[in-house]
Protein backbone atom coordinates (compact mmCIF):
# COMPACT_ATOMS: atom_id res chain seq x y z
CA UNK A 1 0.00 0.00 0.00
CA UNK A 2 1.44 3.16 -1.30
CA UNK A 3 2.17 5.59 1.69
CA UNK A 4 1.20 9.44 1.93
CA UNK A 5 2.35 11.48 -0.76
CA UNK A 6 3.38 15.25 -1.34
CA UNK A 7 3.99 17.50 -3.80
CA UNK A 8 6.32 19.74 -4.66
CA UNK A 9 8.72 18.23 -2.06
CA UNK A 10 10.61 21.51 -1.93
CA UNK A 11 9.71 25.06 -2.85
CA UNK A 12 11.21 28.38 -2.78
CA UNK A 13 8.77 31.52 -3.11
CA UNK A 14 9.19 35.26 -2.70
CA UNK A 15 7.71 37.03 0.10
CA UNK A 16 3.92 38.43 -1.26
CA UNK A 17 3.15 35.39 -3.56
CA UNK A 18 0.82 32.32 -2.64
CA UNK A 19 1.91 29.04 -2.72
CA UNK A 20 -0.55 25.62 -3.15
CA UNK A 21 0.69 22.45 -1.92
CA UNK A 22 -0.79 19.19 -2.38
CA UNK A 23 -1.16 15.90 -0.69
CA UNK A 24 -2.50 12.62 -1.26
CA UNK A 25 -3.70 10.31 1.74
CA UNK A 26 -2.79 6.75 1.33
CA UNK A 27 -5.88 4.83 -0.51
CA UNK A 28 -9.32 4.19 1.67
CA UNK A 29 -7.81 6.79 4.36
CA UNK A 30 -10.33 9.88 4.59
CA UNK A 31 -9.34 12.18 7.13
CA UNK A 32 -6.29 14.62 6.22
CA UNK A 33 -4.51 16.87 8.59
CA UNK A 34 -1.97 19.66 7.97
CA UNK A 35 1.29 20.17 10.45
CA UNK A 36 3.77 23.04 9.68
CA UNK A 37 6.88 22.29 11.78
CA UNK A 38 9.35 25.06 12.56
CA UNK A 39 12.93 25.16 14.77
CA UNK A 40 10.92 27.48 16.90
CA UNK A 41 7.91 26.50 17.38
CA UNK A 42 7.72 22.91 16.16
CA UNK A 43 5.17 20.88 15.23
CA UNK A 44 1.95 22.80 15.47
CA UNK A 45 -1.44 21.56 13.66
CA UNK A 46 -2.72 23.56 11.07
CA UNK A 47 -6.21 21.80 10.36
CA UNK A 48 -7.85 18.72 9.27
CA UNK A 49 -9.98 17.84 6.65
CA UNK A 50 -12.77 14.60 6.52
CA UNK A 51 -15.32 14.24 3.96
CA UNK A 52 -14.39 16.90 2.60
CA UNK A 53 -15.46 19.12 5.46
CA UNK A 54 -12.59 21.03 7.65
CA UNK A 55 -13.80 19.66 11.23
CA UNK A 56 -10.87 21.10 13.31
CA UNK A 57 -8.72 24.31 12.68
CA UNK A 58 -5.25 25.38 14.53
CA UNK A 59 -4.48 29.33 15.28
CA UNK A 60 -3.31 29.84 12.08
CA UNK A 61 -4.23 32.99 10.39
CA UNK A 62 -7.03 33.25 7.51
CA UNK A 63 -3.86 33.65 4.66
CA UNK A 64 -3.74 29.49 5.61
CA UNK A 65 -6.71 27.90 4.30
CA UNK A 66 -7.17 24.36 2.70
CA UNK A 67 -9.38 22.25 1.05
CA UNK A 68 -10.29 18.67 0.55
CA UNK A 69 -11.75 16.69 -3.03
CA UNK A 70 -14.12 14.06 -3.23
CA UNK A 71 -11.61 11.27 -3.89
CA UNK A 72 -9.47 12.54 -0.46
CA UNK A 73 -7.12 14.43 -1.76
CA UNK A 74 -5.79 17.55 0.25
CA UNK A 75 -3.96 20.81 -0.97
CA UNK A 76 -3.33 23.69 1.36
CA UNK A 77 -3.03 27.04 -0.20
CA UNK A 78 -0.98 29.95 1.81
CA UNK A 79 -0.93 33.20 0.55
CA UNK A 80 0.66 36.82 0.84
CA UNK A 81 3.72 34.82 1.92
CA UNK A 82 5.54 35.47 4.97
CA UNK A 83 9.61 35.18 5.73
CA UNK A 84 8.09 33.30 8.80
CA UNK A 85 5.79 31.35 6.86
CA UNK A 86 9.35 29.44 6.14
CA UNK A 87 8.96 25.73 7.14
CA UNK A 88 8.41 22.17 6.73
CA UNK A 89 4.78 21.32 5.85
CA UNK A 90 3.47 17.67 6.72
CA UNK A 91 0.56 16.18 5.74
CA UNK A 92 -1.10 13.22 7.86
CA UNK A 93 -3.80 10.50 6.82
CA UNK A 94 -6.01 8.58 8.99
CA UNK A 95 -8.77 5.83 8.08
CA UNK A 96 -10.86 7.55 10.37
CA UNK A 97 -11.72 4.46 12.50
CA UNK A 98 -8.32 3.95 13.44
CA UNK A 99 -6.45 6.77 15.94
CA UNK A 100 -2.44 6.82 14.40
CA UNK A 101 -1.78 9.46 11.67
CA UNK A 102 0.81 8.79 8.99
CA UNK A 103 2.88 11.04 7.78
CA UNK A 104 3.98 11.87 4.55
CA UNK A 105 8.01 13.54 3.75
CA UNK A 106 6.73 16.80 3.74
CA UNK A 107 7.42 19.97 1.97
CA UNK A 108 9.56 22.36 2.74
CA UNK A 109 9.13 25.69 1.72
CA UNK A 110 11.46 28.55 1.38
CA UNK A 111 10.39 32.33 1.45
CA UNK A 112 12.87 34.94 0.74
CA UNK B 1 -5.83 22.64 26.50
CA UNK B 2 -3.44 19.72 25.86
CA UNK B 3 0.09 19.55 26.46
CA UNK B 4 3.21 17.62 26.17
CA UNK B 5 6.75 18.27 27.70
CA UNK B 6 9.94 16.58 26.69
CA UNK B 7 12.15 17.80 29.11
CA UNK B 8 15.65 16.22 27.15
CA UNK B 9 16.32 18.59 23.98
CA UNK B 10 19.12 16.28 23.18
CA UNK B 11 20.62 13.23 24.53
CA UNK B 12 24.24 11.19 23.36
CA UNK B 13 24.47 7.73 23.87
CA UNK B 14 27.51 5.31 23.07
CA UNK B 15 26.20 2.50 20.39
CA UNK B 16 24.57 -0.64 22.33
CA UNK B 17 23.86 1.69 25.71
CA UNK B 18 20.72 1.78 26.45
CA UNK B 19 18.68 5.20 26.57
CA UNK B 20 14.97 6.42 28.18
CA UNK B 21 13.38 9.54 26.14
CA UNK B 22 10.95 11.32 29.09
CA UNK B 23 7.30 12.20 28.23
CA UNK B 24 5.01 14.24 30.40
CA UNK B 25 1.32 15.27 28.96
CA UNK B 26 -0.97 17.23 30.37
CA UNK B 27 -4.78 17.24 29.70
CA UNK B 28 -8.04 17.51 31.52
CA UNK B 29 -9.43 14.61 29.38
CA UNK B 30 -9.76 11.12 31.06
CA UNK B 31 -10.38 10.06 27.00
CA UNK B 32 -6.82 10.62 25.30
CA UNK B 33 -4.38 8.73 23.11
CA UNK B 34 -0.61 9.30 23.58
CA UNK B 35 1.63 8.70 20.09
CA UNK B 36 5.58 8.35 20.17
CA UNK B 37 7.21 9.28 16.23
CA UNK B 38 10.27 8.96 15.17
CA UNK B 39 11.77 12.04 12.74
CA UNK B 40 15.18 10.43 10.48
CA UNK B 41 17.02 13.09 8.85
CA UNK B 42 14.37 12.52 5.56
CA UNK B 43 12.09 14.24 7.71
CA UNK B 44 8.90 12.18 7.22
CA UNK B 45 7.57 11.26 10.98
CA UNK B 46 7.40 7.65 11.44
CA UNK B 47 5.04 6.15 14.06
CA UNK B 48 5.68 4.21 16.77
CA UNK B 49 3.10 3.34 18.93
CA UNK B 50 -0.29 4.28 19.76
CA UNK B 51 -1.25 3.89 23.88
CA UNK B 52 -4.99 4.62 24.73
CA UNK B 53 -5.62 6.26 28.19
CA UNK B 54 -7.27 3.40 29.34
CA UNK B 55 -4.96 0.98 28.80
CA UNK B 56 -1.53 1.18 30.84
CA UNK B 57 -0.29 -1.67 30.06
CA UNK B 58 3.31 -1.48 28.82
CA UNK B 59 4.21 -2.48 25.59
CA UNK B 60 7.93 -3.92 24.25
CA UNK B 61 8.49 -3.96 20.91
CA UNK B 62 11.53 -5.61 19.80
CA UNK B 63 14.37 -3.19 21.16
CA UNK B 64 11.95 -0.38 22.15
CA UNK B 65 9.60 -0.14 25.25
CA UNK B 66 7.23 1.99 26.66
CA UNK B 67 6.22 2.96 30.39
CA UNK B 68 2.93 4.55 30.33
CA UNK B 69 2.01 5.94 34.25
CA UNK B 70 -1.26 7.84 34.19
CA UNK B 71 -0.59 8.57 38.24
CA UNK B 72 2.44 11.05 36.97
CA UNK B 73 1.00 11.52 33.37
CA UNK B 74 4.49 10.45 32.13
CA UNK B 75 4.50 7.95 28.70
CA UNK B 76 8.31 7.40 28.45
CA UNK B 77 10.05 5.32 25.62
CA UNK B 78 13.69 3.00 25.83
CA UNK B 79 15.70 1.84 23.28
CA UNK B 80 17.66 -1.10 24.16
CA UNK B 81 20.70 -1.69 22.99
CA UNK B 82 21.13 1.94 20.70
CA UNK B 83 21.77 1.27 17.31
CA UNK B 84 23.52 4.15 14.70
CA UNK B 85 20.04 3.70 12.99
CA UNK B 86 17.93 5.09 15.65
CA UNK B 87 19.92 8.48 15.31
CA UNK B 88 16.59 10.76 15.16
CA UNK B 89 14.24 12.90 16.50
CA UNK B 90 11.61 11.25 18.75
CA UNK B 91 8.26 13.30 19.15
CA UNK B 92 5.58 12.61 22.13
CA UNK B 93 2.43 13.63 21.37
CA UNK B 94 -0.86 13.71 22.60
CA UNK B 95 -4.57 13.42 20.69
CA UNK B 96 -8.50 13.54 22.31
CA UNK B 97 -9.40 11.36 19.54
CA UNK B 98 -12.81 10.77 18.22
CA UNK B 99 -15.21 13.89 19.52
CA UNK B 100 -16.16 17.09 18.31
CA UNK B 101 -18.34 18.80 15.53
CA UNK B 102 -19.69 16.37 12.78
CA UNK B 103 -19.67 13.68 14.94
CA UNK B 104 -16.64 12.22 13.90
CA UNK B 105 -13.91 13.77 15.71
CA UNK B 106 -10.71 15.04 15.04
CA UNK B 107 -7.56 13.58 15.45
CA UNK B 108 -5.17 16.80 16.21
CA UNK B 109 -2.46 15.87 17.30
CA UNK B 110 -0.60 18.13 19.80
CA UNK B 111 3.69 17.11 20.00
CA UNK B 112 6.36 18.02 22.69
CA UNK B 113 9.11 19.94 21.05
CA UNK B 114 10.88 16.48 20.85
CA UNK B 115 14.36 14.93 21.77
CA UNK B 116 16.97 14.49 18.88
CA UNK B 117 18.62 11.43 19.99
CA UNK B 118 22.07 11.05 18.72
CA UNK B 119 23.83 7.38 18.98
CA UNK B 120 27.26 7.28 18.38
CA UNK B 121 29.43 4.34 17.16
Known amino acids: KAGVTQTPRYLIKTRGQQVTLSCSPISGHRSVSWYQQTPGQGLQFLFE???????NKGNFPGRFSGRQFSNSRSEMNVSTLELGDSALYLC???????????FGPGTRLTVT | AQKVTQAQTEISVVEKEDVTLDCVYE???????LFWYKQPPSGELVFLIR??????QNEISGRYSWNFQKSTSSFNFTITASQVVDSAVYFC??????????????????FGKGTKLSVIP
Open chain 2, 27 to 33: TRDTTYY
Open chain 2, 51 to 56: RNSFDE
Open chain 1, 92 to 102: ASSSGTGYEQY
Open chain 2, 93 to 110: ALSLGPRGYSGAGSYQLT
Open chain 1, 49 to 55: YFSETQR
